[in-house]
């Protein structure tokens, strides 16, 4: 490949590259369709870029326009992203779970003058708020399903637009060409949005050149081949899918494969067989999860043997996260657990042919990517954003659960007095779109301020622990982070949430806990523990001696000072309904830690016993009192 | 509001079983572009209203047209081969097979080649096969069913299986469409997507549908017409709105007052 030349660093450059090079003779991407994969070579992806350009020329379209796209990840997404491109526009990705005054927002933001979306559901938003949006010329659709008699003059659904474009090529020949020509690499190829933890979101934008670079020094990494299999899943909105799905299938060669539906993931992953695969660390969660509950109903004979081979495949993945190789008899013992139990496990979950699976952000608990390692799938972790693009990556063979990997190549990472990450690199943004000066803001010489906090290990690993504002202060002003705590203990399958405590009024960290009733009970059961509520199974000796013991585990693997010294078993769950959770299930701390405000004040104080009376509303309206008594419980060491 | 030409007509049907009248002298015409709503309270006659226009009970007296054929003396298979298509109020799927499967059987009765031909599966009866499975899988995406593609329908919940036979049944490409309490046990996000589903098909399928429900709100939310009911005599017809609010419908569903 001739890295780095000019000619080679826009997105629809890249795109006639692979066309002139492999055009019919090799597929693109795939998608699933009516029950069948449907494939697309390079020439007809090309053609559909370049026809559903020229449509959007020839329907007004200028250079340095703004085009939304809403959808699901779909081959209309990605051609859609890169006709925008070749015209010399900018592609704004929305999320599809938006509500229509965010995607208002979005729209206004971003002067976008072309809607592009899947089907009724986001035609629907787009027409509820398009009064509000004067710049907007044309609102395209994709799946034209539910929407046969809708007259808005506004929409046009996406084959028409090919269609004119094809007409407009025989008109105007040589047109696509030219405007390809045009776009240069510091041309703004995405604007991406960031959720911002204060204020109204951000527009980061992203240049051709930024995006290449990215996907070049990932590439350099692990080296995706043409013909590899690559299922695309992660939202298209966000930068990583730009980098690995856009511009890595661009770069490399490797085929895109889209899902049937969202729900039918899991089905259609076993279909493709990815070597490459991208989840967000929820998704993995969830794997994890899916396995566990499919081991549980096995037959005792199978369960025995996942059960013996299990620590093999754990001990294998220590031996090579230190980067030693394995002897002759633990790779016997590894092959053996292979072929009886991991090899038919990872085909159930569609991971036969992983070669690099990915995740990102810290939100992943480690003991997930151990199992992973264990069962033989090669996961690593990412460290990345919108703003300083992809930064870390963890290296074949020097995997370590705790980090997110040495620096990417070609970017350097530094850390400031306060412990902030720095970033510097071709990859970080060129701005906020009409925003610079929160740009001029988190730049300082050319170093990118993340907002991140973090240190380097001892191999020169990012360790990213928290935002710098989500950090808590203990008394004497040493510093600790609660969701990294609080991940850690949601991987027991006996915790299913934690809320961690501690402020500069206090000498420890402290926990409440939120005991998995199911799992919970499932073990009461087998040990002929009698319980009667979910109250009452919370403050069982028993329970309590079992979560302590998930505290001590992952106690170990925190800082001394941010140990968990005290907890309860609260006595209910944290519920959505009661605004104690947000609606995917995010601890809201502010509200929480003020609810409890005096059950806090409890566990810092000396009883060990902690009575609340809860007035309760029925679902009639009547309202009564229930008095609990709670325990509050130390752990030592 | 132009309902079309009719293509359904109930002329004075009266069925009973020995003593019971459970029909007397019902007539109703239903329009090519309608959904048509037959309601009641319980035991009022409104299944065996479907079941006499798909031959499962013969009316003693009356006639049914369908279009300008006379449904009143063929046998059910022959009704279903003239274009009637029906759903049922317990659900009367085959639970072994797959969604995919279930559909496909509706297909039968356009299937032309023969056993020994289907056997062999090879020229053109596997095209036919393809052409009918194109078929099935354009009703599978309309209904949203293809997360449960490959699943056997027994395992599927209560409302899942509901919309496998409301594809069962649309797959059969019915020229009228009978369903039997389609949103019967659902709970009010399921029944919101049933009737978002029978408005879907009624417009890009242009298919009249007669529907039997006792839940009024979903009668007014989607259709045109409706005839009331009530121990087997017609009480009422006309719009959704008009017979919600005819004394003799209150009085039916809600009791006399003394």
Redesign the interface.
């Known amino acids: 490949m001739d890295e780095g030349t000019a000619y080679n660093n826009t997105l629809p450059k890249l795109l006639e590259e692979q066309y002139l090079k492999r055009g019919e003779a090799q597929v693109a991407m795939r998608v699933k369709d ?3 994969w449907r494939s697309f070579t390079w020439k007809e992806y090309y053609e559909k870029v370049k026809f559903f350009c020229l449509g959007l020329v020839h329907l007004g379209l200028k250079r340095g326009d703004k085009v939304s796209i809403l959808g699901e990840n779909k081959p209309e997404w990605y051609w859609a992203d890169l006709a925008s491109l070749s015209a010399g526009a900018t592609a704004v990705g929305i999320f599809t779970d938006c509500v229509p005054s965010e995607i208002k927002y979005y729209l206004q933001d971003s002067d976008s003058t072309f809607v592009i979306v899947h089907d009724q559901e986001q035609v629907d938003k787009i027409l509820e708020i398009k009064e509000e949006l004067p710049k907007i010329q044309k609102l395209i659709y994709w799946d034209h ?2 929407l ?2 809708y007259d808005d003059p506004i929409m046009m659904g996406f084959e028409e637009v090919i269609a004119l474009g094809r007409e407009y090529d025989q008109s105007h020949p040589g047109t696509y060409e030219d405007l390809v020509s045009q776009v240069q690499p510091e041309d703004i190829a995405v604007i991406c949005y960031t959720s911002g933890t204060t204020g109204l979101p951000k527009g980061a934008m992203l240049s051709h050149g930024n995006i290449v670079a990215m996907t070049r020094s990932w590439l350099e990494v692990d080296g995706w081949q043409s013909g590899e299999q690559y299922l695309s899943f992660l939202p298209p909105a966000w930068v990583t899918e730009q980098a690995l799905g856009v511009a890595g299938s661009l770069i490399s060669g490797m085929e895109v494969n889209f899902p ?2 969202p ?2 993931v899991q ?1 259609n992953i076993r279909e493709v067989g990815p070597g490459v695969l991208f989840y967000g660390p929820r998704l993995w969660e969830s794997v994890v999860s899916m396995i566990q509950a499919k081991i549980t109903d096995t037959s005792p004979f199978r369960r025995f043997l996942y059960n013996s081979f299990l620590p093999l495949g754990y001990r294998r993945a220590k031996l090579l996260s230190s980067k030693e190789t394995p002897g002759l008899w633990p790779r016997f013992l590894f092959a053996l657990a292979h072929f009886f139990v991991f090899r038919a496990l990872k085909d159930r979950v569609g991971l036969s042919n992983i070669r690099c699976a990915y995740t990102a952000g810290s939100a992943i608990s480690p003991d997930i990517l151990r199992y992973f390692q264990a069962i033989g799938v090669n996961i690593k972790q990412l460290y990345g954003g919108s703003e300083q693009g992809l930064v870390s990556i963890h290296r074949d063979g020097e995997i370590k659960w705790e980090t997110s990997g040495p620096a990417m190549p070609g970017i350097e990472i530094k850390l400031s007095d306060e412990g902030e990450i720095l970033i510097k690199g071709p990859n970080t943004f060129v701005g906020y779109y009409k925003k610079m000066d929160a740009y001029n803001n988190k730049m300082t010489d050319g170093w990118y301020h993340t907002e991140d906090f973090g240190h380097l290990d001892e191999d020169n690993h990012l360790v990213v622990i928290d935002r710098m504002e989500d950090l808590k202060e203990l008394k004497g002003g040493r510093k600790f982070s609660p969701q990294f705590i609080e991940i850690r203990l949601r991987f027991s399958p006996y915790i299913k949430d934690a809320l961690v405590i501690g402020s500069v009024e206090h000498d420890f960290v402290s926990s409440i806990i939120n005991i998995d009733m199911e799992n919970v009970g499932r073990w009461a059961e087998k040990r002929h523990i009698v319980y009667t509520t979910f109250t009452d199974l919370s403050q069982k000796p028993e329970v309590i001696q079992l979560i302590r013991e998930e505290l001590k585990k992952v106690n170990r693997s925190v800082p001394e000072h941010s140990r968990v010294k005290r907890f309860l078993n609260l006595h209910k769950e944290f519920d959505a309904d009661e605004s104690e959770l947000t609606r995917t299930r995010k601890l809201r701390r502010v509200f929480v830690e003020d609810k409890y405000g005096d059950m806090i004040k409890a566990i810092y104080g000396d009883k060990t016993e902690y009575r609340i009376e809860e007035s309760i509303k029925y679902r009639d309206g009547r309202t009564g009192r229930i008095e609990n008594v709670i325990q509050v419980n130390r752990v030592e060491g | 509001m132009d309902n079309g030409t009719s293509i359904l007509k109930v002329e004075d049907v009266t069925l009973s079983f020995g003593g019971i009248t459970a029909l007397n002298n019902v007539s109703f015409e239903v329009g090519q572009k309608e959904v048509f709503a037959v309601i009641g309270p319980n035991g009022a006659g409104k299944t065996s209203v479907l079941n006499c226009i798909n031959g499962f009970y013969r009316p003693q007296k009356g006639r049914l047209m369908f279009r300008d054929i006379d449904l009143t003396r063929l046998r059910p298979h022959k009704i279903a081969e003239t274009g009637i298509s029906r759903t049922f109020q317990n659900i009367e799927l085959y639970t072994g097979l797959s969604t995919l499967d279930n559909l496909m059987a509706s297909r039968h009765i356009h299937m032309k080649r023969g056993a020994l031909a289907a056997a062999l599966h090879f020229g053109p009866t596997r095209k036919e096969e393809i052409k009918h499975r194109a078929i099935v899988e354009d009703v599978i995406d309309l209904l949203e069913m293809t997360a449960i593609r490959h699943k056997p329908v027994g395992l599927l919940p209560y409302g899942l299986r509901k919309r496998v036979e409301l594809g069962r049944a649309i797959c059969a490409e019915p020229s009228l469409l009978l369903l039997d309490e389609p949103m019967a046990g659902m709970n009010v996000e399921e029944k919101e997507d049933m009737a978002r589903f029978i408005l879907d098909v009624f417009e890009l399928k242009e298919i009249p549908i007669v529907l039997v429900e006792h839940d009024m709100q979903v009668v007014t939310d989607i259709a045109m017409k409706a005839v009331v009911l009530d121990f087997g005599n017609k009480i009422a017809e006309g719009s959704p709105m008009e017979v919600a609010q005819d004394t003799r419908v209150i009085r039916a569903y809600l009791g006399e007052e003394d």
Do not use: Q
């Open positions: 009516r029950g069948i399903k539910g046969w008699f049937e539906d729900e039918t089905e």
